[in-house]
């Protein structure tokens, strides 16, 4: 809806929000840029935000809060049990996801933790459409082993596919006929597919894994924290929800899930998390994880004051002005692009744009992290921070082997309400001149490889100076321009 046509005939997103509180930002010159990545050792992670023009790392816990979201905080109940803050949270959760039961946690990893710890063992299978990076330390962690049934067609990059989130239910029949329905705790199925570019799944899809799983008795676990962007893909692309409200499109997918888990970094405008069930057994057996690792039942390692953004956050999150925003700009980065003859992952989906390392950088082999490699040149060339996705945030095996991701990607987040469009035109305008001077990028090789998620705090180093020869032609290029 907030889309208009200009008297050109061309089509803009258009923000149904204005600012009223703004926060200054810097732009450094280019060779100071080249002087940050090479003190964050070629890994945005490292980054101080201070050096960082348009922070589009993620869109995890840097959403813009509304006037509403502000006015709830001051109404925030402090108290260590039985807050009434509690109550308005689970409430609206209740409200949005027809479940009663609500486990609060301080953040998503720590809902994946308390999930695993309740029915992880070794020697499992957890089935997902596609993996995210925390929950699959804890699986692994746990001695469970994930297993991804994606369909074949959600790892096409260039697709006009519209639901490339979408799990293959004739590959899940296939894993319990082999290692039987007790092996299976549990199916994960994450909204707006984080890893291979916030690809959503139909809800036609999600019936039939819940069909499916629910034949062998095997639960289905929800991860909601990409959930605003895929309602809204949902109601766009899924035609027999083009007329329904997004609240009832959010109560028929929570229909289908036994447990619900969320990142409120994402989901809600905020920052917290939690788990809902409407089953009590389900609830009873992971109840006990949150005073042990979180904090108490009614508050679970969130600031009351958050918990009441939250709320109100979830509340706009049925909104469809607010959830169009994001998905609107990504679009607009995508198509805009791709037009350019930039490799980008189509159809555009949720979280941001997202960059194929693979064809931009052909030239660099998957050794020598290409995905990491573009991040960092991007950073030098505009001041914008992005995030690797790609054999950077793989782990090894526990043999050390190199595991090859996929896809190499660079994401360029668009938190929500938070940029305007003419940033997010510069972002593009830099993004496209890297293109052209694509060749002068090299790849990268470890100084420092952490064991565990080593793509948060690993450093680098470039293989050959094409740092240096990139900051030479962006001055040939622009001159004194920033
Ligand atoms: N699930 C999904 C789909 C996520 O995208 C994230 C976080 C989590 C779970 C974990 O939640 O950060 O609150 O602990 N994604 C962030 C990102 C880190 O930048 O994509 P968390």
Same mark, same amino acid.
């Given at each position: 809806m907030p889309k208009v046509t200009y008297f050109s005939g061309e089509t803009f997103p258009l923000e149904m929000h204005k600012v009223r509180i703004i926060q200054k930002l810097t732009l450094l010159p280019v060779e100071e840029r080249l002087r940050a990545v090479e003190e964050s050792g070629y890994n945005t992670f490292l980054l101080q935000n201070k050096d960082v023009f348009l922070d589009m790392l993620t869109d995890s816990g840097v959403n813009a809060m509304s006037d509403r979201q502000q006015a709830a905080m001051l109404l925030a109940d402090d108290a260590y049990a039985g807050s009434a803050t509690f109550y308005r949270l689970q409430d609206k959760l209740t409200e949005l996801f027809g479940k009663k039961y609500f486990l609060p946690a301080h953040q998503g990893r720590a809902a994946e933790h308390i999930l695993c710890k309740a029915y992880v063992k070794p020697g499992d299978i957890v089935p997902c459409n596609y993996h995210f990076t925390t929950w699959k330390a804890h699986v692994v962690e746990l001695g469970g082993r994930v297993v991804e049934l994606l369909k074949p067609e959600g790892l096409e990059v260039t697709s006009t596919n519209p639901f490339k989130g979408n799990f293959d239910t004739a590959a899940l029949e296939a894993l319990v006929a082999k290692? =039987? !329905? $007790?092996? #299976?705790?549990y199916v994960r199925m994450e909204a =707006?597919?984080?890893? #291979? =570019?916030g690809q959503p799944f139909s809800l036609a899809n999600l019936k039939e894994v819940s069909a499916t799983c629910h034949k062998h008795g095997i639960k289905l676990v929800l $991860? !909601?924290?990409?959930l605003a962007d895929n309602l809204h893909f949902i109601k766009t692309r899924e035609a027999e929800y083009a007329d329904a409200s997004i609240a009832d499109i959010a109560l028929e997918i929570a229909a289908t899930s036994d447990i619900i888990y969320f990142s409120a970094r994402k989901l809600g405008f905020g920052r917290g998390g939690g788990i809902v069930t409407d089953d009590e057994e389900l609830y009873k057996q992971m109840r006990g994880f949150v005073p042990m690792y979180e904090g108490f039942l009614t508050y679970g390692g969130m600031s009351v004051r958050e918990m009441e953004a939250i709320t109100v956050g979830l509340d706009e999150t049925l909104d469809e002005d607010m959830i169009t925003q994001g998905p609107q700009f990504i679009e607009h980065m995508v198509k805009t692009l791709d037009a350019a003859g930039v490799p980008v992952i189509t159809p555009p989906g949720g979280l941001g744009a997202h960059v194929d390392a693979m064809r931009f950088l052909d030239h660099i082999p998957q050794s020598q992290y290409p995905a990491a490699a573009l991040n960092s040149a991007i950073f030098i060339a505009s001041g914008v921070r992005g995030m690797e996705r790609g054999t950077m945030s793989e782990q090894r095996e526990p043999d050390g082997t190199e595991i090859a991701a996929d896809m190499e990607l660079v994401r360029l987040a668009v938190p929500r309400r938070v940029f305007t469009l003419s940033q997010v035109n510069y972002a593009i305008d830099r993004v496209m001149w890297l293109h052209a001077n694509r060749r002068i990028v090299g790849g990268l090789t470890w100084v420092e490889e952490p064991e565990i998620l080593r793509f948060f705090y690993g450093r680098l180093a470039p293989i050959g100076d094409w740092h240096h020869e990139l900051v030479a032609k962006f001055r040939a290029d622009f001159g004194d321009s920033l």
């Open positions: 290692e =039987g !329905a $007790d092996k #299976i705790p =707006g597919t984080n890893l #291979i =570019g $991860d !909601a924290s990409l």
